[in-house]
């Protein structure tokens, strides 16, 4: 595809979006990949990497890397949480929550798990 220089450029803000809320394993995104695009994002130039959502130290620590990436981690932004915002035009949905930062952000990466549940055929996250 390119590799991600062509998506992150040097001084961009990229908004990592890892599904990792969840504790039993296969529901949650590998922190594994998680930190590996978080480095990539940091070697390709970013100037801020948010991660957006709430997450807790102990995703990142699932990771036999978590040690090797901590200064990486710190350096990271979080997003502050959700806001409504009117959806112009929209005939059913008038107003929607998104992450407050979500339209500051050159890039969005998602990283989402696929799975499925009883509300969900496939589920990918985002």
Not at 45 to 57: E, H, Q, R, S, V
Request: proline share 2%; aromatic share 8%; glycine share 8%.
């Amino acid at each position: 595809m390119g590799g991600i220089e062509k998506y992150v450029r040097e001084g961009s803000r990229v908004g990592l979006l890892p599904n990792g809320k969840f504790s039993n394993r296969g529901t949650y995104t590998d922190p594994d990949i998680s930190l590996a695009v978080l480095k990539l994002c940091s070697d390709a130039g970013a100037k801020d990497i948010m991660i957006l959502g709430t997450y807790n130290d102990e995703y990142w620590k699932r990771s036999g890397h978590y040690n090797t990436h901590y200064e990486i981690l710190q350096k990271t932004s979080r997003s502050k949480g959700h806001k409504k915002i009117a959806v112009e035009k929209g005939i059913i949905v008038k107003e929607a929550e998104m992450i407050e930062e979500l339209f500051d952000l050159d890039v969005l990466i998602n990283l989402p798990v696929s799975k499925h549940h009883n509300a969900a055929f496939l589920t990918c996250y985002l």
